[in-house]
């Protein structure tokens, strides 16, 4: 697990598989804590009038204080509740985070459990009641963790958006370095789809290192001569490996509209 860039949470999978997630800001975090408080107040306010009415019942003094301060209590188990019972359902989300595309992880990417829910909502207190805290450590921090995140091992991130099915079975775009097509290539009446494919397939991966983009663009030139069976002095056979790629590509790709 690192830290990469700026508001950036790197994750090291089992399968060594480097994932990176975009962390929440304190804007946007306190945005959802805007939304969240909002609502949990609702609750309180009902659970509030709910109580009120058995308070009301007490006959003595001692019953009217005993039952205002039971009902205290009961506002903040329902505030603090809502955060709690909300997360651990929804793994990790309430609905002011939903609303703004945010979601509780632990520090290594993973869902948070109970506990990790419970230690957040209790250190809550604190980020929220002495003098703003949290929001102080949040704004240093380089992942935007308040004391409770710290304590709990968490940190908010920012959801992926869902890919369409078009999207995510969309081909690779196609990166050429150059757009011209070039003279006709004797011969390329003998590539089909599968030929075009394989060219997609090459052109369509730009992170390849220079030696090993050379090697594969030599070796794919090589069995393109013999498909299209160019004489050994064919101009085409001095053309370097790459440039023979894409045009071939650009006059495939032309030919199969």
């Not at 003595?60 to 359902?89: C, K």
């Not at 999207?167 to 599968?194: K, N, Q, W």
């Amino acid at each position: 697990m690192g830290t990469g860039p700026p508001d950036t949470l790197r994750v090291q999978t089992a399968d060594n598989v480097s994932l990176g997630y975009s962390t929440a800001g304190v804007g946007s975090r306190m945005a959802a804590q805007l939304i969240d408080s909002t609502v949990a107040l609702a609750l309180v306010f009902v659970a509030l009038v709910a109580a009120g009415g058995l308070v009301s019942r007490a006959s003595t003094a001692q019953g009217l204080a005993w039952g205002a301060g039971a009902a205290a209590a009961f506002a903040g188990f329902v505030y603090f509740g809502y955060f709690l019972v909300y997360e651990a359902v929804t793994g990790g989300r309430t609905l002011g985070k939903r609303a703004l595309g945010l979601r509780v992880v632990r520090i290594d990417g993973s869902a948070p459990d109970v506990t990790a829910i419970l230690v957040r909502d209790v250190v809550r207190v604190i980020d929220l009641g002495l003098f703003g805290v949290g929001i102080v450590v949040m704004f240093f921090h380089p992942l935007s963790r308040r004391l409770g995140d710290l304590a709990a091992g968490t940190v908010v991130v920012r959801e992926r958006s869902t890919l369409s099915l078009a999207a995510a079975t969309a081909p690779p775009p196609v990166i050429l370095r150059t757009p011209d097509a070039g003279p006709p290539i004797e011969g390329i009446e003998r590539l089909g789809t599968s030929e075009h494919n394989a060219l997609r397939v090459f052109l369509s991966r730009p992170g390849l290192t220079p030696q090993l983009r050379a090697k594969l663009a030599g070796d794919l030139a090589t069995r393109l001569y013999e498909r299209l069976q160019l004489p050994p002095q064919a101009p085409e056979r001095m053309w370097p490996p790459e440039l023979l790629i894409e045009r071939l590509y650009l006059q495939l790709d032309m030919r199969s509209r």
